[in-house]
């Protein structure tokens, strides 16, 4: 075999399907080009996933009749000029590589004038080449038209899926942008039919609005934050809005829709508490970092970003989700709960028991192991603010498991052990983050055997341990012995613990989520149990500690820990109201 160079135009299309892979992939690259050209209102229409056609129209600033040609070539920008350093060039992403790509792997028509020119061009595109140019009647702006995409490239439409499939993708490209720039105004048909139209009035809830929809949006919580490394803002959902799959969380880095895996975590771990396990947030965030400091060409579609400071942008969002979130939080309401138990008629009395019958409740797992952060030390964020809890008066126990209480306007429900377990877990978090765990030595060390993944797990287990009290010490090969355990789980079965929390490290990678999960088994074996009778005092002095501790209103499983029936609901229930 003799080497040979590809033919141009092999290489051309070669080049043309790294850069845009699918039909979503134009619309964006179409889109971005409109935003660069100072566009306000942007329209997308396409056929049949895109494959039959995509049309970007934009009233931006045009491209004068003697560049139009030019623009095709590849590598050829006009933005070089607005860029001081070439090292942003690759920074920013601007390669010169779209519409080259696009007029090879399709028929291209553009239509495009400028405010100084009398009349529009239209440029048509055949296999990379133009094939006729002329005047034409259009205002200011640029119409680019897509044909048969992909239909020079019959390899790539192997990875093309459904026309439907490709529509979504589409929608969700536009979906992003629009988000990302609230003061344009975007629409986006598909196949005739309108799927998107924002306001352009620059208004982050509005565009999320015309997204995700009006009342959702309505309810979502706004996230602000300048304090941290980087600035952080947007809007999250509430826990009540949680979804089943990640596709409500949107970041975006410098206004750009990226993937971020470390920093999709932070978002999902400021709702740590707060969701059931196995549910996701709504999150639409921005994160501002330094131009320099982003990668945008980890992958030619520039959707994964690299940052060089990846923890202080983990820690940035984190503390700024978490913040919104936990000023947000109210005590989970039994309104709803009775309401929804409102029985058929005829109606008998309702009861609580008919409301907690109305309501899921699993038995606690431990957390299931969440995606794990990539910096081994992304610092822990513990949760801000006293707890409305104070002044409850205790009045007694139900079924061994639920202690009733009166207080600021109602009746409070508390989950024994939830309730419990959440104050210990925060505690616990806290001492690890000071260092200052609150250790109890064992009279005697106590040995227990090891499986051989738990002797792995111990290598870097080992000072997690250490940081909550859990004194260990490796003994021969298979054995170890416990030296310590924290104060909280003196009356604890050790071996027991240190086992369960060693296997949660065989199952993790190390991170901040393998802290979390040893914090909360330990929590979670030292906290009363459900089912234990407690005396008065024994609830008072919970009730007490509540009040006094950080005690988010749902445990480390995402259970709610207090539910608060108001005095209204009371009222209404009696016929009062
Ligand atoms: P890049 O955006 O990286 O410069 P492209 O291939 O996407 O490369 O576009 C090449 C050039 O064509 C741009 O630099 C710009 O000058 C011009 N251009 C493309 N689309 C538009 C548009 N919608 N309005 C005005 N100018 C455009
Ligand atoms: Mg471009």
């Not at 590598?75 to 942003?88: E, M, N, R, Y």
């Not at 947030?281 to 994160?287: D, E, K, R, S, T």
């Not at 109210?330 to 058929?344: F, M, T, V, W, Y």
């Not at 090891?450 to 341990?465: C, H, I, K, S």
Request: proline fraction near 7%; charge should be negative; glycine fraction near 8%.
């Amino acid at each position: 075999m003799t080497i040979r160079v590809l033919p141009a135009g092999v290489a051309a299309r070669i080049a043309a399907g790294e850069v845009i892979e699918r039909p979503a992939s134009v619309v964006k690259e179409l889109i971005e080009n409109s935003l660069d050209a100072g566009a306000r209102v942007i329209g997308v229409e396409i056929r049949h996933g895109g494959l039959a056609s995509i049309r970007v129209t934009d009233d931006g600033c045009g491209i004068p009749a003697d560049e139009v040609a030019l623009a095709f070539e590849r590598h050829a920008t006009s933005k070089l000029g607005s860029v001081d350093d070439l090292a942003d060039i690759g920074t920013l992403g601007f390669r010169g590589e779209a519409l080259a790509s696009i007029a090879a792997a399709a028929s291209v028509r553009m239509t495009t004038r400028t405010s100084d020119a009398g009349s529009a061009t239209t440029v048509e595109m055949e296999g990379g080449a133009i094939a006729r140019q002329s005047e034409a009647g259009a205002g200011v702006g640029t119409t680019i038209e897509v044909e048969a995409l992909f239909s020079t490239i019959p390899a790539r439409l192997k990875f093309i899926r459904s026309p439907a499939a490709e529509t979504a993708r589409v929608r969700q490209t536009v979906d992003h942008l629009a988000m990302a720039h609230p003061h344009i105004r975007f629409t986006l048909n598909t196949d005739g039919r309108l799927q998107l139209s924002t306001s352009g009035n620059g208004n982050l809830r509005d565009a999320v609005a015309a997204v995700h929809g009006a009342g959702l949006a309505q309810a979502m919580i706004e996230v602000g934050s300048w304090t941290g490394p980087y600035p952080v803002w947007g809007l999250v959902g509430t826990p009540e809005q949680s979804r089943a799959n990640r596709t409500g969380i949107s970041l975006f880095v410098n206004s750009r829709w990226v993937q971020h895996r470390a920093v999709g975590v932070a978002i999902e771990e400021a709702y740590r508490g707060l969701l059931m396990e196995g549910r996701f947030p709504i999150a639409v965030v921005f994160l501002d970092v330094p131009p320099g400091e982003v990668d945008v060409n980890v992958h030619p579609n520039k959707r994964e970003v690299r940052l060089s400071h990846e923890g202080d942008a983990f820690s940035s969002v984190q503390h700024a989700v978490r913040e919104a979130l936990l000023a947000a939080s109210p005590i989970a309401e039994g309104e709803g709960l009775l309401s929804q138990a409102a029985p058929p008629a005829p109606p008998p009395v309702p009861s609580f028991e008919m409301t907690f019958a109305s309501q899921e409740r699993e038995q606690s797992p431990l957390p299931e192991p969440a995606p794990v952060a990539e910096e081994a030390h992304a610092p822990l964020v513990l949760p801000l603010g006293a707890s409305p809890l104070s002044r409850l008066r205790v009045l007694g126990q139900i079924a061994n498991t639920y202690i009733v209480a009166d207080g600021p306007d109602g009746m409070y429900l508390i989950d024994q052990h939830a309730a419990h377990e959440s104050v210990l877990y925060y505690r616990l978090l806290r001492q690890w983050a000071n260092s200052a765990p609150e250790v109890q030595p064992m009279l005697e060390p106590l040995p227990m055997g090891l499986t051989p993944q738990q002797m792995d797990a111990l290598g870097e287990g080992r000072a997690v341990l250490e940081g909550y009290g859990l004194l260990v010490e490796p003994f021969g090969d298979d054995t170890l012995l416990v030296r310590a355990v924290p104060v909280m789980a003196r009356r604890v079965d050790a071996a027991k613990l240190v086992a369960e929390t060693l296997d949660n490290f065989a199952t993790r990678a190390n991170g901040v989520d393998t802290h979390m999960a040893a914090a909360a088994s330990i929590a979670c074996h030292s906290a009363v149990r459900a089912g234990q009778t407690l005396d008065h005092q024994e609830m008072t002095a919970l009730g007490e500690v509540l009040a006094s501790e950080m005690n988010p209103q749902h445990c480390p499983h995402g259970r709610p820990t207090v539910i608060r029936v108001s005095t209204d609901v009371l009222g209404r229930q009696f016929g009062r109201l």
